[in-house]
């Protein structure tokens, strides 16, 4: 057994649930008509914001909640960049 694995759990967690998220939050944005800085703002802060109080609600270790949510940022930014761009394309063009 690996001595960290309920930790890459955890973060395993953490990756696949922020790029969940962040297609919603694209296909959401782009049916909402969101463009420019708030749309990229609020994702950043809504995204982070919902890993950080998952994260103190279910970290076992405590030890470190910033590396957390730093966990897939930018594949999940790029996840949420596509899904936006495409169905606000989709809709609006």
Do not use: C
């Not at 049916?31 to 970290?59: C, D, E, H, K, P």
């Not at 030890?63 to 957390?68: H, I, N, R």
């Not at 730093?70 to 899904?83: C, I, N, P």
């Amino acid at each position: 057994m690996h001595f960290n694995e309920p930790k890459d759990q955890f973060l395993d967690v953490i990756y696949w649930g922020r790029q969940l998220l962040a297609i919603l939050m694209g296909l959401i944005w782009g049916y909402l008509g969101l463009t420019g800085i708030l749309g990229l703002s609020s994702f950043v802060i809504s995204n982070s914001i919902a890993v950080y109080i998952y994260s103190i609600n279910f970290n076992v270790e405590n030890d470190d909640v910033m590396q957390d949510v730093k966990e897939g940022f930018m594949t999940s930014f790029a996840s949420f960049l596509v899904s936006w761009i495409l169905i606000y394309s989709a809709l609006y063009f």
